[in-house]
């Protein structure tokens, strides 16, 4: 079973960068599909952006696309978030997700979750 850390998160004002993080450990890092969620304050979780096993595919939500960039480094057992042009409506908590490979991709359905990491962007 693989656990997840997210890093990277803070106070950001809008327009800056952020990288976040998630540092994968107890099983083999390739074997997984990635993905980011977020959540804002009184909303539910939601879909950022997802990788597959090989970093060969990746999926995002509507309102990051051309803004974000996921991306992974096996060999680091690490995926990552970059987050440009950040707006206050970015502001959340951040999940990394991971789920077992599967010969059919689905990027938006997840098994294990990291603990989540603030992310604000300041006006």
């Known amino acids: 079973q693989v656990q997840l850390a997210e890093s990277g998160g803070g106070l950001v004002q809008a327009g800056d960068p952020l990288r976040l993080s998630c540092a994968a450990s107890?099983?083999?890092?390739?074997?997984?599909?990635m993905g980011w969620f977020r959540q804002a304050p009184g909303k539910e979780r939601v879909f950022v952006a997802a990788?597959?096993?090989?970093?060969?595919?990746?999926y995002y939500a509507n309102s990051v696309k051309g803004r974000f960039t996921i991306s992974r480094d096996n060999a680091k057992n690490t995926e990552y978030l970059q987050m440009n042009s950040l707006n206050p409506e970015d502001t959340a908590v951040y999940y990394c997700?991971?789920?077992?490979?599967?010969?059919?991709?689905?990027?938006?359905?997840?098994?294990?979750w990291g603990q989540g990491i603030q992310v604000t962007v300041s006006s």
């Open positions: 990788i597959n096993w090989s970093g060969e595919r990746t």
């Open positions: 107890g099983s083999t890092f390739s074997r997984y599909d």
């Open positions: 997700a991971a789920k077992v490979a599967r010969t059919v991709w689905n990027p938006l359905q997840y098994d294990y």
